[in-house]
């Protein structure tokens, strides 16, 4: 039976899912795992997403609460909002109770990736602040470290992503991930990937 890891995310103007498909490539080609790529819903109405110019959703299909539950193990991706995640992702885990009751999550590795619009604009901290819905979920975190070896020092060239996972910057929203930011997605995805594969055949 394949090992299923799915990659969940919000994206509004399309960088967080640009890391989101490359997390799946990374993923992906781990022998025996099953990776799909889930939206979680919008909060917005289609008039306020018109006013702030975001272009149409994807054809990701949107994933339910519920859903999760049929997962080995995953990474959730979102921009952040004033250095935490955004409220469409928090709305979607604020929806997950039946879930953390039974604790149908706990043991499951996650991972986190994120796009923020500058440096200081929240690539540790919404992060950060996102590990407190594991924990309550007993989910375990995974970040990717320093496993992307020499990437994780580039200095000249401006990259998102830290030891907590893959990031990328938005800028006015015109930068698009660059492909050293492409290359830590993809790594995290593989990397994450073979973590949820020895935790499912070690159980």
């Known amino acids: ?47 306020v997403l018109g ?21 080995d193990g995953f990474v959730f991706g979102f921009p952040t909002r004033f250095g935490m995640m955004a409220a469409q992702f928090k709305a979607f885990l604020d929806a997950t109770g039946g879930l953390w009751r039974a604790q149908q999550l706990a043991g499951k590795p996650a991972g986190l ?12 901290t919404t992060a950060l602040t996102a590990i ?27 990259k998102g992503g830290s030891p907590y996972g893959a990031g990328t910057y938005a800028g006015d929203g015109s930068r698009q991930p660059s492909e ?9 995805g593989k990397y994450i990937a073979g973590i949820t594969k020895k935790l499912k055949q070690a159980a």
């Open 51 to 71: 006013k702030m110019s975001a272009p149409p959703k994807s054809d990701v299909p949107v994933i339910t609460p519920n859903e999760l539950s049929e997962a």
């Open 113 to 124: 990736f994120y796009s923020t619009g500058s440096q200081g604009g929240g690539q540790e």
């Open 1 to 47: 039976m394949a090992v299923k890891v799915y990659i969940v995310y919000y994206s509004m103007y399309g960088h967080v899912e640009k890391l989101a498909e490359e997390i799946k490539k990374g993923a992906s080609s781990v022998e025996g795992v099953e990776a799909k790529l889930w939206q979680v819903p919008e909060t917005l109405l289609d008039e």
């Open 180 to 188: 050293l930011e492409l290359q830590q997605a993809f790594h995290q």
């Open 132 to 158: 407190t819905q594991l924990v309550h979920h007993g989910m375990i975190f995974v970040p990717i470290g320093y496993t992307f070896g020499a990437g994780m020092f580039e200095m000249e060239k401006v």
